[in-house]
């Protein structure tokens, strides 16, 4: 059964860059695209970007110019850098699996991990 | 940038059918996608490409597109249902993906 599992520090200071992992289980990240999303406390859902094994990406125009998004073959796992934070970077970071890169959407998602951007 | 309306709330009493819409100028030429998403939880897919239901999602859950608007539809609501959901598509080029406002379902 696959599982996705976010980790990576729960507070991260304003301008810095924030780092995030997602671990995937029960199948090879070699397969399929994969998708970063975050909520803001209280708020919608926001796409960020999206990111398959050979290292083809697609970012959201709002949030382009600050991020970054790799994979790691070996570890099984990708991972998002987003730079110079601020308050509104502070939400609940998903990844999720992407089945078909032409169908634009997300189908199996990890819990989420919170971060909070404060000094 | 592309975006997507839903209302920000609709209301039913259990057993009625509930709508949500969504409107977005690619929808008829892009899929649309329905996420259901309960307190402290991930989003889980209740509809794909417009009106396919997922395995695993109850029958009442139905989708469809006209338009420029897709709908959502739950009919028999249960109080399970109360949940916001969301949906999801992307711009005519399929490169920039968005989400809609959510609408938040309230079971009266």
């Known amino acids: 059964q696959m599982q996705l599992h976010e980790s990576g520090p729960g507070l991260v200071k304003p301008s810095e860059t924030l780092s995030l992992t997602c671990t995937v289980s029960?199948?090879?990240?070699?397969?399929?695209?994969w998708s970063w999303i975050r909520q803001p406390p209280g708020k919608g859902l926001e796409w960020i970007g999206y990111i398959y094994y050979s290292g083809s990406t697609n970012y959201s125009p709002s949030l382009k110019s600050r991020v970054t998004i790799s994979v790691d073959t070996s570890k099984n796992q990708l991972s998002l850098r987003l730079s110079s934070v601020t308050a509104a970077d502070t939400a609940v970071y998903y990844c999720?699996?992407?089945?078909?890169?032409?169908?634009?959407?997300?189908?199996?998602w990890g819990k989420g991990t919170t971060v909070t951007v404060s000094s | 940038s592309y975006e997507l309306t839903q209302p920000p709330s609709v209301s039913v009493s259990p057993g009625e059918t509930a709508r949500i819409t969504c409107s977005g100028d690619a929808l008829p030429k892009q899929y649309a996608y329905w996420y259901q998403q309960k307190p402290g939880q991930a989003p889980v897919v209740v509809i794909s490409k417009d009106s396919e239901r997922p395995s695993g999602i109850p029958e009442r859950f139905s989708g469809s597109s006209s338009g420029t608007t897709v709908t959502l539809t739950i009919s028999g609501v249960q109080a399970e249902d109360e949940a916001d959901y969301y949906c999801?598509?992307?711009?005519?080029?399929?490169?920039?993906?968005?989400f809609g406002g959510g609408t938040k379902l309230t079971v009266l």
């Open positions: 999801q598509s992307a711009d005519s080029s399929g490169s920039y993906w968005v």
């Open positions: 999720a699996r992407v089945p078909d890169y032409v169908l634009y959407y997300m189908d199996v």
């Open positions: 029960g199948v090879s990240i070699s397969t399929y695209y």
